[in-house]
């Protein structure tokens, strides 16, 4: 039972345009998402995460916004550049920020920014 | 930033025999680490929850027989895949989460991928 999907296994976008990652979840108990980019041979980073509260949170290029009614979240990077090739994970959790900290993932996205 | 350094990077052996993967919080106490596997092309699976001081709780579907953690102090977690098989070849992370920075973010270590013959 795949609770965190991420449908889309690549995904490619030109240099300078907007890259977007959806990732959609099917337990209405996660309250808090996350986003991590994962360089091969190398563990996940954090990029950045929402609460349930919000429905949108931005740092910088990268805006997530998060849709409950819909169960979906999706990860804006804009300008994209070519340092943002990475996988992407999206991932949710239950019990509110300082709660549960035991992370379910999507499959991941490969995203590819061309030059 | 929170550092996890995990130990060792890769690895290869033999069949049946038994190996050891180190997870350190290098700049801050981690009572809590969790061990995930990542098959390929496939999402992190979460394994099991090492806790310090006392036994793991692993995830369904997951042998704790196979899959020994220990987390002896509170900036070192082991996991020991015994009498490993090939099917046992994956990419192994750790991570932990620094409680001073606040929020969930878990730290990842740089992850260990394990070739079994």
């Known amino acids: 039972d795949q609770q965190v999907k991420q449908n889309s296994p690549s995904l490619s976008v030109q240099e300078g345009r907007i890259s977007i990652l959806n990732c959609d979840y099917t337990?209405?108990?996660?309250?808090?998402f996350l986003w991590y980019k994962k360089y091969p041979a190398e563990g996940p980073t954090f990029l950045i995460s929402i609460s349930s509260i919000k429905d949108k949170n931005e740092d910088g290029r990268f805006t997530v916004f998060l849709n409950k009614s819909a169960k979906h979240l999706s990860l804006h990077i804009v300008p994209s550049q070519p340092g943002d090739s990475a996988v992407y994970f999206c991932a949710a959790s239950a019990g509110g920020i300082q709660g549960a900290q035991k992370l379910v993932f999507g499959q991941g996205t490969r995203l590819t920014i061309n030059p | 930033g929170a550092v996890v350094s995990q130990h060792p990077s890769r690895v290869i052996c033999k069949s049946g025999t038994s190996v050891k993967i180190e997870c350190r919080s290098l700049d801050f106490q981690a009572t809590t680490m969790f061990w995930y596997r990542q098959f390929p092309k496939k999402s992190l699976m979460l394994m099991a929850t090492?806790?310090?001081?006392?036994?793991?709780?692993?995830e369904q579907g997951v042998e704790k027989d196979k899959f020994l953690i220990n987390h002896a102090s509170l900036t070192l977690s082991t996991l020991t895949v015994t009498s490993a098989h090939p099917e046992d070849s994956s990419f192994y992370i750790c991570s932990a989460r620094d409680t001073l920075s606040g929020a969930n973010v878990l730290t990842f270590g740089a992850g260990s991928r394990l070739t079994v013959l």
């Open positions: 090492s806790n310090e001081g006392s036994k793991a709780t692993y």
């Open positions: 337990n209405s108990m996660f309250d808090y």
